[in-house]
């Protein structure tokens, strides 16, 4: 018998063990001493025992375990914020919480002049099959109707329900948008709503190039930065607008000159969703489109997106639609096969009647002021604790707060969200408003690093908390540093 010492991979300890057994050892072994060589030929082979092979794992991605998934790509900025407002106990007690973060406007009914929100829906027989990938008839031509009636008064070019198509929900239908994009390049600017930059990294046909806004000159679009972008080959101009997360809105004229830039050489895809949180008209419900400045609506590319979620206050409604040429809606509505499969019937049922245009009419007037006022509580709550504001916006429900003031150890966004969550309160730190689908600028160079979003869309009364949270955090570093 041949006794050779090896190095037990079970205990890491030196054993002597024979080389050659005839039998294998039935024997469970009593302690570590009785390690055979065949139980640790049997432990090397399994990873667990074999470091070269852990190694190789680790350095080499399509071996790495759940091989082809990318858990990084789950998380939105939103997300994050709330999984961290999650560890100081938010899930267990939201009610005590302000949550000025999240992009949602109050979704109950008792503001004035607003029509109640249906508490229950008829469903059709017919709704309980597949419904069409573009939407239902019905629903898009209520959705025509309504641009007609509210953008193209006395035009040539009308929509049809051929221009529409009803996806379930804003992303979904920004995705689709981005399937079918050809070889170009996206310009976007900076800062933007957080979503699209994984949207603009999903797909590989087209090139995303970012367009820093300034600070200084309120981050405005103006249409000679348009103009540069479309001279240097930019064929597609995405951007929201009113916009998250600045609150500023390009109106016409500029939108129509921006538009008249783009005709025929690149394509707008106009992100509508806050077009109902509108103050620049004294709250007299008008909402703002680039439908109104379309020349002909099949030849114009202007895609503009926008939906339940925001003006009608219904995010858990997921219905949002998209308006545009007739050829590249019919492509938008075929995508929906592969992509989501369609927006919910039923819901598309019961939001037809709320599309009535003197209906929408008067909501954009109760939504506007009431929006309105909760925008002047809560810039005069922050103008006394000592923020600056130098524009107050004049559309959506954003404040986007330069901290730059503040104490030192809270003057950055991830800083400042980090201590208002002692207090109880979520804003969103600026840098995911950064949009870096390539993934290339450094955390502490970016132009949002100063800043955080806050969001009112909430209730007066979680405002009032909120800002309340916030004078709190503000007064315990001042002294600090005092
Ligand atoms: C500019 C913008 N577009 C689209 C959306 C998406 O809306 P939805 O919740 O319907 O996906 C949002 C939501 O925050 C948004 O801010």
Redesign the pocket.
């Known amino acids: 018998m041949i006794r050779v010492p090896i190095v037990c991979f079970v205990c890491g300890l030196m054993h002597r063990t024979k080389r050659k057994r005839t039998k294998p050892n039935k024997r469970k072994p009593t302690n570590n001493k009785h390690h055979t060589f065949f139980q640790l030929t049997l432990y090397v082979q399994t990873e667990a025992g074999s470091k070269i092979h852990r190694q190789f794992r680790a350095a080499h991605e399509g071996h790495l375990p759940h091989a082809g998934l990318d858990a990084t790509r789950a998380s939105t900025g ?1 997300v994050w914020c709330t999984e961290r407002a999650s560890e100081y106990g938010f899930l267990e007690e939201p009610d005590k919480w302000a949550n000025l973060g999240q ?2 406007p109050e979704a109950e009914d008792g503001i004035d002049g607003s029509f109640l929100r249906p508490t229950s829906i008829d469903v059709s027989s017919a709704a309980r099959e597949y419904g069409p990938t573009a939407g239902i008839k019905p629903m898009r031509e209520a959705v025509a109707h309504l641009y007609n009636e509210t953008h193209r008064k006395g035009k040539s070019s009308l929509y049809t329900w051929e221009n529409v198509c009803i996806v379930p ?6 995705t689709r948008i981005a399937a079918v994009l050809g070889n170009a390049y996206v310009g976007f600017f900076i800062p ?5 930059s994984e949207m603009l990294s999903l797909f590989k046909n087209f090139a995303a190039i970012p367009t820093p806004l300034s600070e200084a000159d309120g981050y405005h679009i103006h249409p000679d930065k348009i103009a540069t972008e479309i001279a240097r080959g930019t064929s597609v101009i995405l951007t ?1 607008n009113p ?2 997360p600045t609150g500023r809105v390009v109106a016409n004229p500029e939108l129509a000159e921006i538009q008249d830039i783009c005709r025929g050489r690149a394509t707008l895809v106009s ?1 509508e ?2 077009s109902g949180y509108n103050y620049t008209s004294n709250c007299d419900g008008s909402t703002i489109s680039a439908a109104e400045n379309v020349e002909d609506v099949d030849e114009d590319d202007v895609l503009i ?1 926008d ?4 003006r009608f206050r219904l ?1 858990g409604w ?3 639609w998209i308006l545009g040429p007739k050829e590249f809606i019919k492509a938008i509505g075929s995508c929906g096969s592969y992509l989501d499969g369609g927006a919910n019937a039923p819901f598309q049922e019961a939001a037809i009647p709320m599309l009535e245009p003197s209906l929408v009419q008067k909501e954009m007037i109760a939504l506007q002021r009431h929006f309105r006022d909760k925008r002047d509580y809560v810039v005069k709550r922050l103008r006394d604790m000592g923020f600056v504001i130098k524009y107050v916006p004049d559309s ?1 429900f954003y404040l986007w707060l330069n901290l730059e003031g503040l104490p030192g150890p809270i003057s950055d966004g991830l800083n400042f969200f980090q201590a208002c969550l002692e207090e109880k309160v979520i804003v969103v730190p600026g840098i995911f408003f950064d949009l870096n689908p390539a993934r290339r600028r450094d955390l502490f160079d970016s132009p949002c690093h100063h800043f955080v979003r806050f969001s009112y869309g909430p209730r007066m009364e979680v405002l009032e908390l909120g800002c309340d949270g916030i004078e709190r955090v503000v007064m315990k570093f001042k002294k600090l540093v005092n």
């Open positions: 939103v992009g949602a929900g804003g992303r979904s239908g920004l933007d709503y957080t979503a699209y929201s916009r998250n992100d969703f806050y997106i939906g339940l979620t925001k995010p997921r219905i949002a959506t």
